[in-house]
């Protein structure tokens, strides 16, 4: 579905980022894999996996709250001469307090990584995309952006920054053959959970209809396809995954 495809997926040391990896590697994607921190067992995963697919996995380091390392990472992407088919906007930080106890320093924290970090990037990449005439870029919303949810004052409204971010480069880039989509995954079963009270969760697995937690490779496998030619027509959009929660 991905062969031949150079992606660039941020966060992807873990969690869902890491899911991705995986399948855009095994649908035959090379890829830049974005982590924040240089680690032996990051590399070791990469050469692994590329390995077991055949394709070339690439990792990349910077601190998405410095946009000097973000400006140095795309310049070295552009060095490489492979054009960027897409990019997938998954990194992003969890914070959860009642809109009454949500501080400025968190607000600040979570759009500078949530937001502003992931349109600087964007729009970097949306460049070198616009000098191919073709690219998609893919970008992990939330349903906390659409729904409302208590305690999300802060993470949800970034995430609908996000939303937002991503239609008008679907209205403004489709010309230039560029598509830009958003997913909304719902309660999925990673780490990032630990910073939900249980009773959240518990009650999140009640109210959906499957009656179980997301897995990342559930939405790992909607972000492959939508960075894929299989998805050639759909722009513009946000996609939920979260078992009809």
Known sequence: ??????????????????????????????????????????????????????????????????????????????????????????????????????????????????????????????????LEKHGNIVTVSSMGALDGNPGKAIYGSAKAALITMSRVIANELGAFGIRSNCIAPGVIDTDILAVLPETDILKAVDLTPMKRLGLPKEVAAVAAFLASDKASFINGQVIRIDGGL
Not at 38 to 48: G, Q
Not at 85 to 95: H, P, S, T, V
């Open 1 to 130: 579905m991905l062969k031949g495809k150079n992606i660039l997926i941020t966060g992807t040391n873990r969690g869902i980022g890491k899911a991705i990896l995986e399948e855009c590697a095994s649908c035959g994607a090379s890829c830049w894999a974005h982590a924040r921190k240089d680690t032996s067992e990051f590399r070791t995963f990469c050469c692994d996996l590329a390995a077991k697919y055949g394709v070339e996995i690439r990792p990349v380091f910077f601190d998405l709250t410095h946009q000097d390392a973000i400006k140095k990472a795309v310049i070295d992407i552009r060095a490489s001469r492979l054009p960027v088919d897409a990019l997938i906007n998954n990194a992003g930080i969890m914070y959860n307090a009642s809109f009454l106890m949500s501080s400025q320093k968190a607000l600040r924290e979570v759009y500078e990584v949530n937001f502003f970090a992931t349109f600087t990037l964007t729009q970097y990449i949306a460049k070198l995309m616009s």
